[in-house]
């Protein structure tokens, strides 16, 4: 619970702090998740124990894992291993017989800094309240305040009978010049307008990632830079699957509405390119390394990203889904390193299961069903 209302204290407060609702928060959300994640894991000095301080835990796993570990050591006095939680597997000894764990044994101790962490939460939720200026257009800088009055400002439209004349449509070749015309312009379009909504800040930390990832150790870049690196444009992809799902869904009003066939190819490109820019820095090591099958499954995961954003925006309208289903595969198959679901290739294990091939297949999948779902929506 103390967990629960810390989330809904961030929540509040990046809803409501200037500069906190874009890109920028979501970034620095980030950053605070993953740093209070290793705060609620990471060891104490000389504990001798992966548990972490239970002042510095945040998520509460602390006292639960103390609690079960104790009664796994006590019922199982022989067992000299460490117990691993969450997504780690070790073939290591296992305990075949079931361990009965009555629960946790509470204490002022122990619940003292699960009542401080919750007291915290509501001050800082109680301070972001204080600093709302609840949309008042006096309190905000110049330029947003100006587009608040406009925003409020109703206009009466009347309606007016237009009798369209009926044109004759052509089918125009899928491979022709007029085709590629078109889809040269709207791609300059579409990366000028991606370039302007993007913080110039977002662009110096996937320069500083590709120079970093291209000087950097090569165990290590291959094992956490690249990862770093693919997260990055986490809101970029987002934001690209939103475009097309808005696209579609309101189709009866765009004016671009003609393009559809063009819109998905030309954003689906896009963010191709975005990350393959992101992850140039290890593509190029992998090519003076001559590890080939590496950047085979570069290739491949650069492919699979956006193809994922596509599929989940289109199908929940909703960027939320995309965002939480990509750190979870993030997590699990790059951080915690289990092979199956690396589908970056940073690890030998999971190129010498041929996974670049299955996530190949599960790419060629995700565009399928992509298609269909944009399909689904322009029948509606």
């Known amino acids: 619970f103390p967990c629960l209302v810390a989330v809904a ?8 702090v200037r500069g906190l609702t874009g890109y920028f928060g979501g970034a620095v959300f980030l950053t605070i998740w993953a740093s209070v994640l290793l705060l609620s894991i990471y060891p104490s000095k000389n504990s001798g124990s992966f548990i ?14 103390t609690s079960i570990v104790t009664e796994i050591k006590e019922q199982h006095r022989d067992y000299r291993e460490q117990v691993y939680f969450g997504l780690t597997v070790k073939n290591r000894n296992i305990i075949e017989e079931p361990v009965r764990w009555e629960g946790i ?22 301070a972001s309240g204080l600093i709302f200026f609840r949309f008042d257009p006096a309190r905000e800088p110049r330029k947003k305040a100006d587009a608040l009055v406009r925003a409020q400002t ?12 009926v044109v004759q449509k052509y089918i125009t ?64 992809w987002s934001k690209l699957g939103m475009r097309v ?32 820019a992101a992850g140039s820095g ?7 390394a001559g590890d080939w099958p590496t950047l085979f499954a570069w290739i491949i995961c650069a492919g699979f990203i956006p193809s994922l954003s596509f599929v989940l925006s289109i199908w929940t309208a909703s960027s939320y889904v995309f965002e939480g289903t990509y750190v979870l595969l993030w997590l699990v198959g790059s951080v915690s390193k289990q ?15 041929q996974n670049p091939f299955l996530y190949f297949i599960w790419t060629i999948a995700l565009i399928t069903f992509a298609a269909v779902g944009k399909q689904r929506l322009l029948e509606k």
């Open 9 to 16: 204290a961030l929540s509040v407060a990046f809803d409501t």
């Open 52 to 65: 972490a301080n239970p002042d510095k835990d945040v998520l509460g796993m602390s006292t639960t894992l």
């Open 105 to 126: 044994e509470w204490t002022m101790n122990g619940m003292f800094p699960r009542i401080l962490w919750m007291g915290g939460s509501f001050i800082f939720m109680i």
């Open 154 to 165: 109703s206009y009466r439209v009347q309606e007016i009978n237009i009798i369209f004349p």
């Open 173 to 236: 070749p899928m491979f022709s010049l007029q085709r590629w015309y078109r889809f040269k312009t709207m791609f300059i379009v579409e990366m000028k307008k991606m370039v302007k909504d993007t913080a110039w800040w977002w662009f110096l930390g996937m320069a500083i990632l590709i120079v970093v990832c291209a000087v950097s150790p090569f165990d290590i870049m291959r094992e956490w830079l690249l990862p770093t690196a693919w997260i990055w444009p986490l809101f970029v």
């Open 245 to 276: 799902s808005g696209h579609f869904r309101n189709r009866r009003s765009n004016p671009d509405a003609q393009y559809d066939s063009l819109f998905m190819q030309v954003l689906w490109v896009m963010g191709v390119l975005v990350t393959m």
């Open 282 to 288: 290890a593509a190029a090591r992998f090519i003076l």
């Open 339 to 353: 092979p199956l679901l690396d589908f970056m290739g940073t690890l030998q294990d999971s190129i010498a299961v």
